[in-house]
Protein backbone atom coordinates (compact mmCIF):
# COMPACT_ATOMS: atom_id res chain seq x y z
CA UNK A 1 0.00 0.00 0.00
CA UNK A 2 0.82 3.53 -0.43
CA UNK A 3 1.60 5.80 2.55
CA UNK A 4 1.91 9.38 2.53
CA UNK A 5 3.27 11.63 5.60
CA UNK A 6 3.10 15.33 5.61
CA UNK A 7 5.40 17.45 7.69
CA UNK A 8 6.03 21.08 8.10
CA UNK A 9 2.51 23.19 8.70
CA UNK A 10 1.98 25.59 11.31
CA UNK A 11 1.54 29.36 12.48
CA UNK A 12 3.36 31.83 10.55
CA UNK A 13 2.63 35.69 10.08
CA UNK A 14 1.09 36.72 6.90
CA UNK A 15 4.15 37.38 4.30
CA UNK A 16 6.12 34.71 5.80
CA UNK A 17 7.00 31.54 4.52
CA UNK A 18 6.39 27.65 5.16
CA UNK A 19 6.86 24.57 3.65
CA UNK A 20 5.61 21.05 3.50
CA UNK A 21 7.12 18.36 3.01
CA UNK A 22 5.00 14.98 1.82
CA UNK A 23 6.90 11.59 2.34
CA UNK A 24 5.89 8.76 0.21
CA UNK A 25 6.79 5.45 -0.02
CA UNK A 26 5.14 2.27 -1.36
CA UNK A 27 5.11 0.19 -4.30
CA UNK A 28 3.12 1.21 -7.33
CA UNK A 29 2.81 -0.41 -11.01
CA UNK A 30 2.81 2.83 -13.03
CA UNK A 31 4.10 5.91 -12.77
CA UNK A 32 2.35 8.38 -10.65
CA UNK A 33 1.98 12.39 -9.00
CA UNK A 34 1.63 13.60 -5.92
CA UNK A 35 -0.41 16.57 -5.72
CA UNK A 36 -1.35 19.24 -2.57
CA UNK A 37 -4.76 19.91 -2.08
CA UNK A 38 -6.29 21.86 0.77
CA UNK A 39 -9.64 22.62 2.97
CA UNK A 40 -10.64 25.64 4.82
CA UNK A 41 -13.34 25.43 7.30
CA UNK A 42 -16.82 25.28 5.76
CA UNK A 43 -14.96 25.22 2.23
CA UNK A 44 -14.48 22.44 -0.50
CA UNK A 45 -11.21 20.60 -0.81
CA UNK A 46 -9.49 22.58 -3.54
CA UNK A 47 -5.91 21.36 -5.79
CA UNK A 48 -3.16 23.50 -4.98
CA UNK A 49 -0.10 21.95 -6.67
CA UNK A 50 1.12 18.71 -8.21
CA UNK A 51 4.12 17.35 -9.71
CA UNK A 52 5.29 13.80 -11.41
CA UNK A 53 6.46 11.48 -9.15
CA UNK A 54 8.30 9.25 -12.12
CA UNK A 55 9.94 9.82 -14.86
CA UNK A 56 11.47 12.97 -16.69
CA UNK A 57 8.42 14.71 -16.45
CA UNK A 58 8.19 17.00 -13.87
CA UNK A 59 5.35 19.56 -15.42
CA UNK A 60 3.63 21.46 -12.63
CA UNK A 61 0.18 22.42 -11.78
CA UNK A 62 -0.86 25.61 -9.59
CA UNK A 63 -3.93 26.43 -8.45
CA UNK A 64 -4.20 30.58 -9.84
CA UNK A 65 -4.45 31.96 -6.44
CA UNK A 66 -0.94 30.79 -5.52
CA UNK A 67 1.07 31.08 -8.20
CA UNK A 68 4.28 33.30 -7.75
CA UNK A 69 3.94 32.25 -4.10
CA UNK A 70 4.36 28.50 -4.19
CA UNK A 71 6.26 26.13 -5.66
CA UNK A 72 6.63 22.32 -5.43
CA UNK A 73 9.79 20.61 -6.01
CA UNK A 74 10.33 16.68 -6.02
CA UNK A 75 13.65 14.60 -4.49
CA UNK A 76 12.69 11.23 -6.60
CA UNK A 77 15.65 9.76 -4.09
CA UNK A 78 13.92 10.66 -0.92
CA UNK A 79 10.99 10.12 -2.40
CA UNK A 80 9.20 13.45 -1.11
CA UNK A 81 7.95 16.05 -2.50
CA UNK A 82 7.88 19.43 -1.56
CA UNK A 83 5.75 22.61 -1.21
CA UNK A 84 7.13 25.77 -0.49
CA UNK A 85 4.98 28.47 0.41
CA UNK A 86 6.12 32.29 0.59
CA UNK A 87 4.01 35.60 0.67
CA UNK A 88 1.44 33.61 2.75
CA UNK A 89 -2.07 35.19 3.22
CA UNK A 90 -4.86 34.75 5.61
CA UNK A 91 -6.59 33.47 3.28
CA UNK A 92 -4.43 30.52 2.48
CA UNK A 93 -5.15 29.41 6.02
CA UNK A 94 -6.17 25.45 6.09
CA UNK A 95 -5.50 21.87 6.38
CA UNK A 96 -3.36 21.00 3.61
CA UNK A 97 -3.05 17.02 2.46
CA UNK A 98 -0.87 15.55 -0.12
CA UNK A 99 -2.08 12.66 -2.39
CA UNK A 100 -1.20 10.60 -4.91
CA UNK A 101 -2.59 10.90 -7.85
CA UNK A 102 -3.53 7.89 -9.65
CA UNK A 103 -1.81 8.06 -12.90
CA UNK A 104 -0.99 11.87 -13.80
CA UNK A 105 -1.22 15.33 -12.27
CA UNK A 106 -4.96 16.34 -11.83
CA UNK A 107 -6.97 18.90 -9.55
CA UNK A 108 -10.25 16.32 -9.73
CA UNK A 109 -10.43 14.50 -5.88
CA UNK A 110 -11.94 12.04 -7.97
CA UNK A 111 -8.48 11.58 -9.58
CA UNK A 112 -7.21 10.64 -6.32
CA UNK A 113 -5.55 7.26 -5.30
CA UNK A 114 -4.27 8.03 -1.60
CA UNK A 115 -4.88 10.73 1.24
CA UNK A 116 -2.39 12.04 3.81
CA UNK A 117 -3.19 12.58 7.60
CA UNK A 118 -2.94 16.57 6.68
CA UNK A 119 -0.75 19.17 8.73
CA UNK A 120 -2.28 22.59 9.56
CA UNK A 121 -1.25 25.83 8.43
CA UNK A 122 -2.30 29.04 10.14
CA UNK A 123 -1.75 32.36 8.42
CA UNK A 124 -2.82 35.20 11.37
CA UNK A 125 -1.29 38.21 12.89
Known amino acids: QVQLVESGGGLVQPGGSLRLSCAASGVTLNPSAIGWFRQAPGKERESVSC??????????YYLQSVKGRFTISRDNEKNVVYLQMNSLKPEDTAVYYC????????????????WGQGTPVTVSS
Open 51 to 60: ISMFGDDDGT
Open 99 to 114: ARLKRVCSDLLSEVWY
